[in-house]
T-cell receptor, first 111, second 113 residues
Framework: DSGVTQTPKHLITATGQRVTLRCSPR?????VYWYQQSLDQGLQFLIQ???????AKGNILERFSAQQFPDLHSELNLSSLELGDSALYFC??????????FGSGTRLTVV | GDSVTQMEGPVTLSEEAFLTINCTYT??????LFWYVQYPGEGLQLLLK?????DKGSNKGFEATYRKETTSFHLEKGSVQVSDSAVYFC????????????FGKGTSLLVTP
């Protein structure tokens, strides 16, 4: 157990739908990073939150959004889902430079 | 922008063979460098890291040295085991991107008995 908790582990949904992925960082970590892993794009950084505030944005689509709550858990919202959004979504938490700890991921399948 | 280039796989080795996976990077600042490993069906695990030039990261028999002059961070292991079969990712992070990780495409390693 890495200490970073992601739920659900698997999600199957239809095109056009909206889903929410949840991440709880390790105790004491203020940063949460979201990544998408797909066969064609590899591992791509989506967005970072630090202590409730958006800190950095990567290749995140406008249909996707995220937030971090006062208890530091984060949610990634994916809407108007397309087949190409099928991927593994990871979150990671970390203090800077220390090496990131990843959760076990949520596998999203859009049908 | 920052980028990481890894040698393409798959790499197939016999048990006890020597492993090298090449990784080079492009960065405007002074990044930290990482190797992550992903076993089948699992998430990413930090294998080793180096935060400044000439640092050597090591873990579980794997080593990599941060070479600023050649912008490289090659992963090596003297004697691989079947249990090392996995996908290996080289990554960098720096202050300019909020320390988000920028990954290479990954190198798949298969070790045969």
């Amino acid at each position: 157990d890495s200490g970073v908790t992601q739920t659900p582990k698997h999600l199957i949904t239809a095109t056009g739908q909206r889903v929410t992925l949840r991440c709880s960082p390790r105790s004491g970590d203020l940063s949460v990073y979201w990544y998408q892993q797909s066969l064609d794009q590899g591992l791509q950084f989506l967005i970072q939150y630090y202590n409730g505030e958006e800190r950095a944005k990567g290749n995140i689509l406008e249909r996707f959004s995220a937030q971090q709550f006062p208890d530091l858990h984060s949610e990634l919202n994916l809407s108007s889902l397309e087949l190409g959004d099928s991927a593994l979504y990871f979150c990671a938490s970390s203090p800077p430079k220390a090496g990131y700890t990843f959760g076990s991921g949520t596998r999203l399948t859009v049908v | 922008g920052d980028s990481v280039t890894q040698m393409e796989g798959p790499v197939t080795l016999s048990e006890e063979a020597f492993l090298t996976i090449n990784c080079t990077y492009t960065a405007t600042g002074y990044p930290s460098l990482f190797w992550y490993v992903q076993y089948p069906g699992e998430g990413l695990q930090l294998l080793l890291k180096a935060t400044k030039a000439d640092d050597k990261g090591s873990n579980k028999g794997f080593e990599a040295t941060y070479r600023k002059e050649t912008t490289s961070f090659h992963l090596e292991k003297g004697s691989v085991q079947v249990s090392d079969s996995a996908v290996y990712f080289c990554a960098l992070s720096d202050q300019g991107s909020g320390y988000a990780l920028n990954f290479g495409k990954g190198t798949s390693l298969l070790v045969t008995p």
